[in-house]
DNA sequence: CTGAAAGCGCTTACAG
DNA sequence: CTGAAAGCGCTTACAG
């Protein structure tokens, strides 16, 4: 629309033809205030009021007290951009994801903005891709021009080790959100889905199924291999194994589940239960029981991994595994503010999920049922 | 975890403390260049500099190129912060929103990203709640204080005269997404939900449906009543009418769809098909049919409004109303880039949304088909 | 076509 | 406990 942007990354802005007024006003055209009348009223000098924004220690009490007042008073609020130039950063928290679950995505900046509004932090967005050949520059770029205050990691780009090397050598703080100890527990937001997993294991074992099949995410996500090994050590626990045949390669797409699950439920052996990676691919072994004429879940039992919003939906009702992603989106931001030495001695904060019981398992067909 | 941010909104920085470094040198410990090193470098002074960049013009030609080589050959990237400070506005985008559905405010997002990331601007999210009685208050907060590029709003929000007027005043340049004129041309993304519904209105009654049912959105979206406006139009279209005990008022959630669902579809005189606000309350209607035995679609056609992920997960796949959610976002972006002139005669981005056929209709129960 | 000066609204270092 | 000076990295307004 414009011809502003021909070289990118340097647009032009033209404020004043577009009708901003050209000085720090407000609509009323008072102008803003800045810290220079804030320390005219006070009768203190910009210093002394800066000491007093900034909660420095030696300003007498009453100066200070008299200068909030007049803070407060007048609404004054410190220009953002002013205090990031002098102090060499901004006050925006980043967010780089490259997780395909939109409700994931949007309740973790939900869960990040809780930690920041308060604090007058602001959140700036950043999608990503770990393949794209200009990935690192990109997000290098991205935090040093910014100056980001720090910088909120999801799987699975949380797991990209250039990406974390990258940011340290940068200096730019970054807490990550991942299913394994992947980096100090100052800069970790641990979720233990291996016992998620494990959890689903025992229910589909307690419930009396031993033909249990698995569906994985993509290798490329830690958290394909952390489930499955949580699955797997729950099964163990009831001297079960998964059979080869019918642990299967997914891609966290309802797409893969759906084809996977018509794999499956057209073995001879077909399984009775079924554990799938996330619920976007247990949505998809769904279908294929449909299809198939399979009802679930008296002839399979399905489990899937994430309780998103689809899994209270669908019908019957799925059992899934639970993380409470605002509350870890809340725990990651407010790591990036622990100071150094809160920060060296502080732990990880470490999430178990939850197995939400719906409708969606039952004892194997034929079977006696184990528990009524 | 920090006790840096007792005074709320005025956060105490310490980034050396942090082990930043303090000067503007990047991990190998170069200084960072600025606009006088390049200017040095390219023998000119700091304006001539600022030209180039800025793509002023009254440069000589060559002097430009060379001072452009220069850039590229550096990788020089000028500071947003200090730009934003001089021109007395950042280059930062908000998106405030607060629509319930999370992938479309995701995709969305990922739509005005396609925008921002090229001209070098960035987008910082804002949820909010239009009943908070600090609404207007934080907004205008978070505009001025963020000195914003310009904002992009999204349904019901931008539906808020209270919030547009508030922009208007402050100078923020908005685009609203909306199924309505309700603002000018410039600043507007218009969807016509209403044709959507008058399609879904069309396929119902050429099916041969005659009892049809509607599950409209809460009064406060004004989508709920373009929906409902357009599904009538269609249905008159056909000499039909929507029966006003058939007509009845959901939430746009799951479990209003649920319950309505289950009061419609007891009903003695029980519609043979039912249009949906939107998919998630469709789905609850979904469920309703199952709990009831009701099939869908030989007992009952479902049309939902949105093409939410779930839509095409749920079985059967459903029929449903798509909006380019990424494309609008995308739109409204482009939009606060138009220059005073351009804005002047512009129009509405302006889009119709498609009805994505599925699985979920068919001729009314015991008729015989229509089409076939 | 180009530049020296002043300024955006804050903070850092240095004095006192 | 407080302040005057210089500076963060850019741009505006004014000269030439």
Redesign the pocket.
């Known amino acids: 629309m414009s011809s502003r942007d021909k070289i990118p990354n340097s647009p032009a ?4 033809a577009r009708g901003r007024p ?3 006003r407000d609509h009323q055209g008072r ?6 009348d ?2 005219r009223l006070a ?9 007093v ?2 909660e ?9 007290s008299r200068i909030e007042a007049i803070i407060a008073e007048h609404g ?4 953002p ?3 990031g ?4 950063r901004s006050f925006l928290v980043g967010l780089i994801h490259d997780n395909p679950n939109p409700q994931y995505v949007e309740y973790l900046q939900l869960g990040i903005l809780d930690a920041l509004v308060d604090r007058g932090y602001y959140l700036v967005i950043r999608p990503c891709d770990r393949r794209s050949p200009t990935f690192l520059a990109d997000m290098r770029a991205f935090v040093e021009r910014l100056r980001l205050f720090g910088v909120v990691l999801t799987p699975s780009v949380s797991e990209d080790e250039g990406l974390a090397k990258l940011l340290e050598s940068v200096g730019c703080p970054y807490v990550r959100i991942a299913c394994a100890r992947l980096d100090k527990p100052a800069r970790l937001v641990l979720t233990h889905d291996a016992r998620g997993a494990a959890a689903a294991a025992r229910r589909l074992a307690e419930l009396g199924h031993r033909r249990i099949a698995y569906i994985s995410g993509p290798p490329l996500f830690r958290s394909s291999h952390e489930r499955r090994a949580g699955f797997t050590a729950g099964l163990a626990e009831y001297g079960l194994e998964l059979a080869p045949e019918l642990t299967v390669p997914g891609a966290y797409t309802y797409e893969s589940g759906l084809a996977r699950g018509r794999e499956l439920l057209v073995l001879s052996d077909r399984p009775t239960a079924v554990f799938v990676g996330n619920d976007e691919m247990a949505s998809g072994v769904y279908s294929a029981a449909h299809e198939l004429g399979i009802r679930i879940p008296e002839e399979l039992s399905v489990i899937g991994f994430d309780d998103a919003p689809i899994a209270s939906r669908i019908w019957p009702a799925m059992t899934s595994v639970r993380l409470p992603v605002q509350e870890m989106g809340r725990m990651a931001a407010q790591k990036l503010f622990a100071t150094p030495k809160e920060a060296a001695k502080t732990s990880a904060a470490e999430f178990t999920p939850a197995l939400i019981e719906r409708q969606s398992t039952a004892p194997p067909f034929g079977s006696r049922p184990a528990r009524s």
Chains 1, 2 share one sequence.
């Open positions: 802005p033209k404020r004043s050209s000085q720090a102008a803003r205030l800045t810290i220079t804030i320390a009768g203190v000098s910009k210093k002394t009021v800066s000491r924004i900034n420095a220690p030696y300003v007498n009490a009453r100066t200070r004054y609020e410190p220009d951009q002013a205090r130039l002098a102090f060499r």
